[in-house]
T-cell receptor, first 112, second 113 residues
Framework: DAKTTQPPSMDCAEGRAANLPCNHSTISGNEYVYWYRQIHSQGPQYIIH???NNETNEMASLIITEDRKSSTLILPHATLRDTAVYYCIVKSSSGSARQLTFGSGTQLTVLP | DSGVTQTPKHLITATGQRVTLRCSPRSGDLSVYWYQQSLDQGLQFLIQYYNGEERAKGNILERFSAQQFPDLHSELNLSSLELGDSALYFC????????????FGEGSRLTVL
């Protein structure tokens, strides 16, 4: 599976949009981009995933560039409860979920 | 609430001892995964079961073992515990197949003294 690169940390003001970038320049055509987050010492939580089209759900939006080499997770109105480590993961469509590799992620801190 | 239940939430024990961690997956999920998260190593995949059978092994020590029972709950057994085994242990479940959508429990925090 392709590796991902994320900034180690980011800050965001409460109520503003949080835009978390992820680089996955070696992504293959059958690989999905997944986002998870982990609030301190809690179990990771699935957020969203996509292949090439932009995706939106009740938690976030996922914007994938046309060449698929990078993506951005958008939390439209960040709250203090969104403070967490956010993981961007690439996984092939045929691979098992055990192939999800949780790297270091981005520590997002939402400031009051 | 992910629907995945883990017990106990906290466990303190001594070196050399043996403990068992329990996981109940979401209703209908056939796959169970165990992960270890220590301060210096991030989230590490240990082992996966699917419908009662071992499907894959990751970085699981020989002192550790797991099983999935007919009712689909799973247990992770840790024996001859060492100080370095102190960590958060997470269980996750999924429907199986190629989905990357995992549902994690709240974890069991093991402290070995």
């Amino acid at each position: 599976d392709a590796k991902t690169t994320q900034p180690p940390s980011m800050d965001c003001a409460e109520g503003r949009a949080a835009n978390l970038p992820c680089n996955h320049s070696t992504i293959s055509g059958n690989e999905y981009v997944y986002w998870y987050r982990q609030i301190h010492s809690q179990g990771p939580q699935y957020i969203i995933h996509g292949l090439k089209n932009n995706e939106t759900n009740e938690m976030a939006s996922l914007i994938i560039t046309e060449d698929r080499k990078s993506s951005t997770l958008i939390l439209p109105h960040a709250t203090l409860r969104d403070t967490a480590v956010y993981y961007c993961i690439v996984k092939s469509s045929s691979g098992s979920a055990r192939q999800l590799t949780f790297g270091s992620g981005t520590q997002l801190t939402v400031l009051p | 609430d992910s629907g995945v239940t883990q017990t106990p939430k906290h466990l303190i024990t001594a070196t050399g001892q043996r403990v068992t961690l329990r996981c109940s997956p979401r209703s209908g999920d056939l796959s169970v995964y165990w992960y270890q998260q220590s301060l210096d190593q991030g989230l590490q995949f240990l082992i996966q079961y699917y419908n009662g059978e071992e499907r894959a092994k990751g970085n699981i020590l020989e002192r550790f073992s797991a099983q999935q029972f007919p009712d689909l709950h799973s247990e992770l057994n840790l024996s001859s515990l060492e100080l370095g085994d102190s960590a958060l242990y997470f269980c996750a479940s999924s429907t199986g197949g190629g989905t990357g959508e995992l549902f994690f429990g709240e974890g069991s925090r093991l402290t070995v003294l």
